[in-house]
């Protein structure tokens, strides 16, 4: 059993806590939160330890799970990896690139595990489509979020766009050779809604919207290749697949064939929609840590998946910003 403590105890702080106590391989030694008060809170809701400082609590667990703001991230990872113990990062995994490349120096160095908090990639319903996905080569994400105040302390690319940043280059596992972007500060001082356009070495086309003051909620990917097309549904957790074959002459009255036109053939489309298993995809991530850990394997989602994540929407947001410049 690992002994691990939680640093940041704030609305997804407390989630994350939830989430550990409900996962009997873990040993939940107690958490760090600044704020006096919400610390004395947590600390009786959830019956658990509350420690004055970070050094204390590194003191006596294997990892840590760091859910506090971005702009603390690299403190804490960097304080935690010199302490010897295994990381667990919410992402974005820092706020800089320089300081996400120092964290892969840090954790190479002391031979430590570090995941990063991509849960989207634990999401059931991308989790029952990825069998599905063989080189798209054109993909569209809408993700779009009402309001809340939360996560203002970083640009939308940042707090929502990064996860789809993260699935598509799971997905296409190529290198993104160009980006264009553009965006607009409407609440914050940072931009609140962003689209941007990936171009891939292997010709694959990836447009990507995102915002943080739409009129309703919406996560949803397409991926088109092939004889296929996949719908992901990440926030109603479905998938859809519609994929078309060689028809054979043996289709049901029912059956749905296109005639391709004189000596094309004919092909038979398909719909399927893959069972999704339902699962806690933040109890999942945090599972396959331990497993990581334990088994000495390397975790789903890198400190190094992390950084290309990081990376790109960094050059989406330097696009953003020369095109805001030109404007005035």
Excluded at 181 to 205: H, K, M, Q, W, Y
């Amino acid at each position: 059993m690992l002994k691990i403590g939680v640093l940041g105890a704030g609305h997804l702080g407390k989630i994350h806590i939830k989430c550990i106590k409900d996962i009997p391989e873990y040993e939940l030694v107690g958490f760090y939160d600044p704020i006096a008060e919400n610390a004395s809170a947590v600390s009786e809701e959830f019956g658990i330890k509350s420690f004055d400082t970070i050094d204390a609590l590194l003191e006596v667990v294997d990892l840590v799970d760091i859910v506090t703001p971005t702009l603390s991230h690299f403190d804490c990872a960097s304080q935690a990896l010199k302490a010897g113990k295994h990381v667990f990062v919410e992402k974005p995994v820092t706020n800089t690139i320089e300081e996400a490349e120092e964290l892969i120096r840090l954790s190479t160095e002391q031979g430590l595990k570090m995941q990063v908090g991509h849960v989207e990639r634990f999401n059931p319903a991308f989790v029952a489509a990825q069998d599905y996905l063989k080189q798209p080569m054109f993909i569209e994400t809408h993700r779009l979020a009402q309001f809340n105040p939360r996560g203002l302390d970083v640009p939308v690319v940042l707090d929502l766009m990064i996860h789809d940043i993260d699935v598509i280059l799971k997905a296409v596992g190529s290198e993104v050779e160009k980006i264009s972007a553009s965006g607009v500060n409407v609440v914050a001082d940072t931009p609140d809604i962003a689209n941007a356009r990936l171009e891939f070495a292997n010709g694959c086309v990836a447009n990507l919207t995102t915002s943080r003051i739409a009129v309703k909620n919406m996560r949803k990917s397409r991926f088109f290749q092939k004889d296929a097309y996949v719908a992901v549904d990440f926030l109603e957790k479905k998938s859809e697949i519609v994929r078309m074959q060689e028809a054979t002459g043996d289709e049901g009255p029912f059956s749905m064939v296109l005639d391709l036109g004189e000596g094309k053939g004919k092909k038979e489309i398909i719909f399927e929609n893959p069972k999704v298993h339902p699962t806690n995809a933040i109890r999942e991530e945090l599972f396959t840590f331990h497993e990581a850990i334990v088994k000495d394997t390397e975790p789903i989602v890198t400190i190094e998946d992390g950084y290309k994540a990081l990376k790109v929407a960094h050059e989406i947001l330097d696009e953003i910003q020369k095109k805001l410049m030109k404007i005035g």
